[in-house]
């Protein structure tokens, strides 16, 4: 079998993907991308029909070029798709597509990237497969004797389909948000959150998000209280879908169910509700298969890292996971920072001629 030489092997095609290889790019050094996607947009491919950016185009771009401004205040997922097929066409990236990676091993002074198309081996790799494939759905008692059916957000891609269906809509984010907002209008649909959702000003925006988060994770960083006022990634943004639901009354969320039942589920009070599907909106986590063999992934399902370098194994890095991989870095404006930084420290290490760690 013919074994493919490269510096660094970037796993996952998506906007983490794209932003490290920017910078690769930009320091002359030797990568390949490898996605497992059909087509470029990495996750944003699978989203929902109406999913909307909560920051408008100029605050949600990738490095080097800003995403262009469109007719509407924040960006469809098509747009976002759109915008990431001509990054790649504009820098000329070296994607190879679909290409599904199957084991990462040590290979002496390398690491071995086994995938469906054959074998590569790197003087690093960067894992930016984000989390879309891991979806979570979390255990209720009884769930096994529900005859409804239950889909997770991951696999949601418009209202349709569940018009004149009793459907419970999982999840406080902002995701349980939107869809909550359209099925409103096309269905029974009952919105069920841990705890009452954080609803942001009408006028904030995805933009004073990150720069709130990332405020607040420096001051504990530098050990002081931060100054920035409560709202984090996770709160609801009004966005217009949202703020047309809030003001029908459809907005209005209820605590959890006790267990499901044959039909439906049972309320914490003892009453019984029937329904016929269960939207989970309840998150992810990483999609790491690919480095399971390698003993890396803690009961969190992270890794343990210094900024995105794998402690137990430095050839390995791993950039757009969220906040253990960087402020803001799951998100298109916030992954930039993680991405410059972790190509910087590769740039080191090969001009040195190390292994890729700092």
């Known amino acids: 079998m013919t074994v493919q030489e490269v510096d660094v092997v970037i796993v996952g095609g998506g906007q983490a993907g794209l932003a490290t290889a920017y910078h690769l790019r930009r320091a002359s050094i030797d990568f390949v991308i490898l996605d497992g996607e059909a087509g470029p947009g990495g996750a944003w491919r699978h989203g929902w029909d109406s999913l909307r950016l909560f920051s408008p185009a100029a605050y949600s771009s990738l490095p080097g070029w800003p995403m262009p401004p469109g007719g509407d205040d924040y960006p469809s997922r098509n747009a ?16 190879h597509r679909p290409v599904d990676v199957q084991t990462i091993a040590d290979d002496g002074d390398r690491l071995r990237i086994m995938t469906d198309k054959g074998a590569w081996r790197a003087r690093g790799v960067v894992m930016a497969t984000g989390t879309w494939r891991h979806p979570y759905i979390p255990t209720y008692p009884g769930q096994e004797l529900f005859d409804g059916q239950q889909i997770h957000s991951a696999h949601y891609s418009g209202p349709e389909r569940f018009a004149g269906h009793r459907v419970l809509v999982v999840g406080g984010g902002n995701s349980g948000a939107q869809l909550q907002a359209e ?22 925006d995805g933009r004073v998000l990150f720069q709130r988060a990332t405020a607040r994770i420096k001051a504990f960083q530098e050990g002081r209280a931060p100054d920035a006022p409560p709202g984090g990634l996770g ?9 047309a639901a809030r003001d029908r009354g459809n907005l209005v969320s209820v605590r959890p169910f006790a267990r499901f039942t044959r039909t439906g589920v049972l309320w914490t009070d003892g009453t019984e509700t029937d329904i016929d599907t269960v939207i989970w909106c309840t998150g992810f986590r990483p999609a790491l298969d690919p480095v399971a063999g390698l003993g890396l992934i803690e009961a969190d399902g992270t890794v343990a890292v210094d900024g ?11 950039v757009g996971y969220g906040t253990w991989t960087g402020p803001g870095s799951a998100t298109l404006i916030g992954v930039g920072r993680s991405a410059r930084n972790t190509a910087a420290e590769i740039a080191a290490a090969l001009t040195d001629g190390l292994p890729i760690k700092s």
């Not at 976002?80 to 994607?95: C, G, N």
């Open 235 to 243: 709160d609801i943004v009004m966005v217009a879908p949202v703020k």
């Open 80 to 95: 976002v798709i759109d915008y990431l097929t001509r990054y790649e066409q504009r820098y000329a990236l070296p994607v």
């Open 183 to 204: 099925l409103s209008l096309v269905a029974d649909a009952t919105w069920v959150t841990e705890r009452p959702p954080v609803f942001l000003p009408d006028e904030v």
């Open 308 to 318: 995105t370098r794998c402690h137990r194994n430095p050839k390995l890095r791993f």
